[in-house]
């Protein structure tokens, strides 16, 4: 079972920068792919990033309202993924939850592709 630990949550003002960050248990956890989602009161749980290696090289997804805001990046030797957030707005408050998969080929921006989540981190930017 591996477990993911999210930290880095805060309250910010508009316009700051927040780092989120996902620690994997398992330094021998084989992954496919780690995502962060986020979930605002009252709305369904949406993709914000993603993150998966294939042939030994990175490749990262975006959904389009944090395309060049939010940046997604990993430290191999910490077993970490990071969610570099810049530019906040409002909108952009949310509980923040990461996620994982070891299976090939998983179609990174949906739900039903990760096994393991973490408990959440929530993330409130002021106006």
């Known amino acids: 079972q591996v477990e993911l630990v999210e930290s880095g949550g805060g309250l910010v003002q508009a316009g700051g920068s927040l780092r989120l960050s996902c620690a994997a248990s398992?330094?021998?956890?084989?992954?496919?792919?780690m995502a962060w989602f986020r979930q605002a009161p009252g709305k369904e749980r949406e993709f914000v990033a993603a993150?998966?290696?294939?042939?030994?090289?990175?490749?990262?997804w975006y959904a389009d309202s944090v395309k060049v805001r939010f940046t997604v990046s990993e430290d191999d030797a910490k077993n970490t993924v990071y969610l570099q957030m810049d530019s906040l707005r409002p909108e952009d408050t949310a509980v923040y939850y990461c996620?994982?998969?070891?299976?090939?080929?998983?179609?990174?921006?949906?739900?039903?592709?990760?096994?393991?989540w973490g408990q959440g981190t929530q993330v409130t930017v002021s106006s």
């Open positions: 993150i998966s290696w294939s042939g030994g090289s990175g490749r990262t």
């Open positions: 996620a994982s998969t070891s299976v090939i080929g998983r179609t990174v921006y949906l739900e039903k592709a990760y096994d393991y």
């Open positions: 398992e330094r021998t956890f084989r992954k496919y792919a």
